[in-house]
């Protein structure tokens, strides 16, 4: 089955703690993303890539960071520094970032204890 | 101004009936647009995208492009209580990933 895989679906971090969530797709997509949603919210861009080993920040970049060292894996790392991050958290991939329709992941659950 | 904005709802409609979606954007937002839906606690599902002015239809989905009055919407023929979800509207940003509205929240009533 080709698609887009998360894990874990849930996670709970404790305060001051670092957190890497996974993001995986055997789509042969070049491009992925990481989104956030809040509670009755629309999707905001955290990080997103056009190939291996290059990413750009999104519009809420802060706090999180990332790496993009094979094709199919674009793990984030919601860090310490991120102040409200419990939220839900979406993976998405395409074959391109201009024009082309973004698949999404089921999405990884975050808690803060 | 939001770069897409759409109205939170909930927009209700009887079983049926037809459901008209809407969505506004910005100078910003240029190029294709999407419409997602979201059932509660789920990803997001592609329904349709649109390039050009004009209508596209999919079986019971119909998207409007209005690219001089810089709105989008979605038509829902036939609605079933299964449509019941949160629809996402999402447009290009030139270079950057898509931008999306928060989402208009549709109830079918049986």
């Known amino acids: 089955d080709g698609g887009i895989t998360q894990s874990p679906k849930y996670l709970f971090r404790k305060e001051g703690q670092n957190v890497t969530l996974s993001c995986e797709q055997n789509l042969n997509h070049d491009a992925m993303y990481w989104y956030r949603q809040d509670p009755g919210q629309g999707l905001r861009l955290i990080y997103y890539?056009?190939?291996?080993?290059?990413?750009q920040k999104g519009d809420i970049a802060e706090g999180y960071s990332v790496s993009r060292e094979k094709k199919e894996s674009f793990p984030l790392t919601v860090t310490s520094a991120q102040k409200n991050p419990t939220a839900f958290y979406l993976c998405a991939s395409s074959t391109a970032v201009n024009t082309d329709t973004q698949y999404f992941g089921p999405g990884t659950r975050l808690t803060v204890l | 101004q939001k770069e897409v904005e759409q109205n939170s709802g909930p927009l209700s409609v009887p079983e049926g009936a037809i459901a008209s979606l809407n969505c506004t954007y910005s100078d910003r937002v240029s190029q294709s647009f999407f419409w997602y839906r979201q059932y509660s606690g789920k990803s997001p599902e592609l329904i349709m995208s649109?390039?050009?002015?004009g209508d596209k239809e999919d079986g019971r989905f119909t998207a409007q492009l209005n690219k001089a009055s810089q709105y989008v919407s979605l038509l829902i023929r036939d609605s079933q209580p299964s449509d019941s979800a949160t629809y996402l509207c999402a447009g290009h940003t030139g270079r950057r990933a898509l931008t999306f509205g928060s989402g208009t929240r549709l109830q079918v009533q049986p």
């Open positions: 649109i390039y050009s002015n």
């Open positions: 890539s056009q190939i291996v080993n290059d990413f």
